[in-house]
């Protein structure tokens, strides 16, 4: 059997950029959030009637969920988690990584579409000018940049899209939820009860999440950032937790209270992304002295 170039591409790449997902994201979110300060919301982009996402998304994002929702099985997580926190890949100093972020290409179109770095200091840039906290808007510099898995081989699927427990019933809000049918672990009733593996109110840190660049870059910077950022980076993705408010019964009242920040950083990293391309030679000087506040000149990834 015959496969074109670009009929293999779609097998394990189906998103042109990994922006594609972020932009999905930020249409489903966008007609609740239409009450928002215009300095965090793309004006262009109209609120629409992506509800049924089934029959309305694309069909480049609908192949993306549909291989997200089959392979990230419980196994499949924790067999990355060993695979990947033992932090030997390389040592790199956090602008360094970020460098090293902006190699991905993709088929995106290079003259419209930001560079990675672009993207980064985009989110950070609107954080700064609403005067918040240096570590906030440290967490916007780099709360992506655990999509360097991207170049250490890994599928789209393993590294974006809306993050979930495993091990414990799917929530019937986490978009596209249909496609779990096709998840092994539809079939270990363990696995399908409410608590599955875990304990009430055990607390999220005791929760397997879906693997992606959220949880990556939560164990590569752990060390070196106060709690709130922490919680940003490390559940930012987390669309049925921070804004759908399932999964109540799997954290304690501390995550309850934490999730005010990932609550907080939410709009910037949906509506912060402006036409304009910051100028990265210009605030590069500011950048690596607020990342050498907090972090070493290396860091383990
Ligand atoms: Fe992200």
């Known amino acids: 059997m015959h496969t074109t170039k670009s009929e293999r591409g779609i097998q394990s790449s189906p998103l042109k950029s990994l922006e594609e997902w972020d932009d999905f994201v930020k249409t489903r979110y966008a007609e609740e959030d239409s009450g928002l300060p215009a300095s965090v919301r793309d004006t262009d982009k109209k609120p629409d009637q992506f509800r049924n996402y089934g029959e309305t998304t694309p069909p480049r994002v609908r192949e993306f969920y549909r291989q997200n ?16 926190l033992v932090k030997d890949r390389a040592q790199m100093g956090i602008w360094e990584a970020m460098e090293f972020l902006n190699t991905l290409v993709d088929d995106s179109d290079p003259d419209t579409e930001l560079t990675q770095i672009e993207h980064l200091l985009q989110t950070s840039e609107a954080i700064r000018r609403d005067g918040k906290s240096n570590w906030f808007i440290l967490a916007g510099l780099i709360h992506d940049i655990g999509k360097i898995l991207c170049l250490w081989g890994e599928p789209q699927w393993a590294v974006v899209g809306d993050t979930f427990p ?36 055990s607390g999220l840190d005791q929760v397997d999440m879906s693997w992606g660049h959220d949880e990556y870059l939560y164990h590569v910077v752990k060390d070196y ?35 005010r920040w990932v609550r907080e950083f939410n709009p910037y990293d949906l509506y912060s992304k402006a036409k304009q391309r910051p100028n990265v030679e210009d605030l590069r000087p500011y950048y690596l002295d607020l990342i050498g506040k907090y972090f070493p000149p290396q860091v383990n990834w």
């Open 69 to 84: 929702h089959t392979y990230q099985t419980r196994d499949f997580v924790l067999a990355r988690k060993k695979r990947f």
């Open 166 to 201: 495993v091990g414990c019933a799917w929530s019937p809000k986490i978009v596209l939820h249909e496609y779990f049918a096709l998840n092994p672990d539809s079939r270990i009733p363990e696995y399908q009860s409410r608590l599955g593996v875990y304990s009430e109110h």
């Open 225 to 259: 950032l106060p709690e709130e950022a922490l919680y940003m980076i490390r559940y930012h993705s987390f669309y049925a937790g921070h804004r759908e408010g399932e999964y109540e019964y799997l954290m304690s009242r501390h995550d309850k209270e934490m999730f």
